[in-house]
């Protein structure tokens, strides 16, 4: 019996070992779906989706904004083109709209955000107010996004709003980071306070006449 019951111990063990390496052998055959397929594509039906959603404007708090880059091909030469696409254009939805200073060009904005691909993936976030302190981007800055700067010349301080970017107006067809290229780009936004350019004697110019309360 001892000798019987020895070979099925061996016996079990190897079919164990069997099935083991199986599962091995499965694991890495398996294969990874990739986030990123078909990315350019997905993220155009994407966007052409939103540019709908604002355009039917159905809830009332969409707004759509042009590229001021279109008003002119250059200066003085004269208006561009009327047929303009989904990617002349940002789209904002307004969680709250809020009642103070629209920026210049020249001004500064100081807010807090999060940033997210598609699929949701946040790739940068400083959004809760109560543990981050707001961001101050110079809105004629080179480095800030054109999308950025679309909207920004149009909503007021106060304002709590999603802003969604087409690639063009974006990072483009180049990866930047974790962004993979040709990727819209989606914030949430605290539009916290306007900062205008310092004078030359080191104070704040005065706000414009139609700014002043």
């Given at each position: ?58 809830t009332g708090d969409w707004e759509i904004y042009k590229n001021y880059k279109l008003d002119f091909v250059e200066p003085g030469v004269g208006i561009v083109s009327p047929e303009l696409g989904v990617a002349d254009y940002v789209y904002v939805q307004y969680i709250e709209k809020g009642s ?114």
């Amino acid at each position: 019996m001892f000798v019987n019951m020895n070979k099925f111990v061996t016996w079990l063990n190897a079919l164990l070992l069997f099935f083991s390496l199986g599962f091995v052998s499965c694991a890495k055959d398996t294969v990874v779906a990739d986030p990123y397929a078909d990315w350019q594509v997905r993220n155009e039906h994407y966007i052409d989706s939103i540019a709908d959603v604002a355009h039917a404007n159905v809830t009332g708090d969409w707004e759509i904004y042009k590229n001021y880059k279109l008003d002119f091909v250059e200066p003085g030469v004269g208006i561009v083109s009327p047929e303009l696409g989904v990617a002349d254009y940002v789209y904002v939805q307004y969680i709250e709209k809020g009642s103070g200073t629209v920026p210049l060009y020249t001004d500064s904005v100081s807010v807090n955000y999060e940033g997210m691909l598609i699929d949701g993936t946040v790739f940068d976030t400083c959004l809760d107010d109560k543990i981050y302190d707001p961001i101050t981007f110079a809105l004629n800055d080179t480095g800030l996004r054109e999308g950025w700067k679309v909207a920004f010349q149009h909503i007021p301080a106060g304002s709590h709003f999603k802003l969604y970017i087409h690639p063009d107006l974006g990072y483009g067809n180049a990866d930047y980071g974790d962004i993979p290229a040709s990727s819209v780009l989606i914030f949430e936004i605290k539009f916290q306070e306007v900062i205008h350019p310092v004078g030359p004697d080191g104070r704040a110019l005065p706000l414009l006449e139609d700014e002043e309360s």
